[in-house]
């Protein structure tokens, strides 16, 4: 694990060139949620400097969506801390959640709007600047430019999903959360969507990846973390990881976590 | 404020281009006011009772009963692909969610005390011999106040087995007073009363909304997360 960040700040650092948006580290220190008796995330502590990509793997329950809406600011943790640049997350931080951009096999978006209307309707929501402009250029990025004046319950999944990162890039968000974005999706959408995924790997966004799929998870990992029960059973730089084929270092981790947590 | 005022303005904008494009609510809400309209037209015998005795009590019931319809749906439109999840994760406080919602809730049920009264003039001919404008103050403060609690009550039981059930039960016992002075307002005004004399029914309905509105805003917070 890395040391957190030297140089506290109020927020996300603007690099001098405006065009290549905001910087940020992320720092969990002891972060904790329970639900009645159950510790879905137990006292997780890491450092993501920006531009790093952390890919989480792990069983059903293991608490990375948890993780994932502590981190978003749509849950309250239940101890511990969350520090963007050195600024801590506090409760119902608005300006917090206008750093963070969020994308989940869940897509947030409606039906009955067009694809541009949908975009239109968050921008207003995270007050993009020029919006339009920005609307346009989110739906070149993820070629549905030509779609964009349809209502969005045509599109398929795979077109949605790709609206729906459109939405999570809307507001150039310094951190990225992206849950299982590839469920539901067929070998070809989710390999459109995985070029599109490989363009947050610009140097800038700070981005967290919960999946179940080792391959798609590897292929844009810096860093790989196995959470199981809650706690990160394993947490390296993803050159780290043992030659051979990963599941089975995947499954030893997991069995070996599970039994101590006998 | 105006960072505010844009989101407010924006869920609002969205609510009711979702409305104008799939009639969900109002179709609903409207069905329900003329079949209440049209069985009581058939239900009241005329030579016993006169229609405008009845008319405010009536129009109440259905503007409540009704309206439940719709407030009851409101955050069922947002489940839609875990949409209000995207609401939740924006910048947007979550009072501002609660008046945007109360807001666009507020301009459908006026939609629907719009129908209502039409279709209770049409079929029980009532004429409205008091001021015009008390009227619209007496119903449309009881409605601002009816839409705020059942907004908040909407979201508590959005998420639980009984849903759509449970709102009724929960809400009515809070809607008593409404029910009471906005009934007392409506039918002093079919009598021909003067805005000095639905004064007291102003005023309770005036501050009953102020309190459902405030109090709204402040737990909406409560009940959004977990």
């Known amino acids: ?262 | 404020m105006k960072d505010y005022l844009r989101q407010v303005g924006a869920l609002v904008w969205k609510d009711l281009t979702l409305e104008l494009r799939t009639w969900d609510r109002m179709s609903a809400m409207g069905a329900f006011a003329v079949l209440v309209a049209v069985l009581f037209h058939y239900a009241v015998d005329r030579t016993v009772i006169h229609p405008r005795e009845l008319a405010a009590g009536l129009i109440w019931l259905t503007i409540v009963f009704g309206g439940l319809l719709g407030l009851g749906r409101t955050f069922a439109l947002e489940e839609e692909d875990g949409a209000f999840d995207g609401i939740l994760t924006s910048p947007m406080p979550k009072d501002a969610i609660f008046l945007a919602k109360v807001s666009s809730n507020f301009l459908l049920l006026l939609l629907l005390v719009l129908l209502v009264l039409f279709v209770f003039v049409l079929f029980f001919q009532v004429a409205v011999r008091g001021n015009p404008f008390a009227l619209f103050g007496v119903l449309s403060l009881g409605v601002l106040g009816f839409t705020a609690l059942g907004t908040l009550y909407s979201g508590v039981t959005v998420r639980t087995r009984m849903g759509e059930t449970l709102l009724p039960v929960l809400v009515f016992p809070l809607l008593i007073p409404m029910v009471v002075f906005g009934v007392r307002g409506t039918s002093l005004l079919f009598a021909g009363v003067s805005v000095s004399g639905v004064e007291g029914s102003l005023r309770v309905l005036g501050g009953f909304s102020l309190v459902a509105l405030l109090s709204g805003a402040f737990l909406f917070r409560f009940v959004v997360e977990d």
Request: no cysteine.
């Open chain 1, 1 to 262: 694990m890395t040391a957190p960040p030297a140089r506290p700040a109020k927020g996300p650092r603007e690099r001098s060139d405006s065009e290549q948006g905001p910087l940020a580290s992320l720092d969990v220190r002891g972060l904790v949620r329970t639900f009645g008796p159950i510790r879905a995330v137990d006292g997780l502590s890491f450092t993501l400097h920006p531009g790093e990509l952390l890919t989480v793997f792990g069983p059903n329950g293991a608490g990375k969506s948890t993780l994932l809406n502590l981190l978003a600011g749509a849950l309250q943790p239940s101890g511990g801390e969350v520090r963007m640049e050195g600024r801590l997350r506090s409760h119902g931080d608005v300006e917090w959640r206008r750093s963070v951009g969020i994308l989940s096999h869940r897509t947030f978006l409606y039906g009955h709007l067009t694809a541009r209307e949908n975009l239109r309707f968050y921008g207003r929501l995270f007050g993009v600047p020029h919006l339009e402009e920005r609307i346009v250029e989110r739906l070149e990025a993820v070629e549905l430019e030509r779609r964009g004046d349809e209502p969005v319950r045509g599109f398929s999944r795979g077109m949605r999903q790709r609206l729906g990162l459109a939405r999570t890039l809307l507001h150039d968000p310094a951190i990225v959360l992206l849950d299982e974005p590839y469920t539901g999706l067929d070998v070809h959408a989710a390999s459109l969507l995985r070029e599109l995924l490989s363009s947050l790997k610009d140097g800038r966004r700070t981005v967290v990846l919960v999946t179940h799929d080792l391959n798609q998870g590897l292929e844009l990992a810096d860093r790989v973390a196995i959470q199981v029960r809650g706690r990160f059973a394993h947490l390296d730089q993803a050159a780290h990881l043992p030659s051979g084929p990963v599941d089975a270092f995947y499954r030893e981790v997991v069995e070996e976590a599970l039994e101590e947590g006998r």
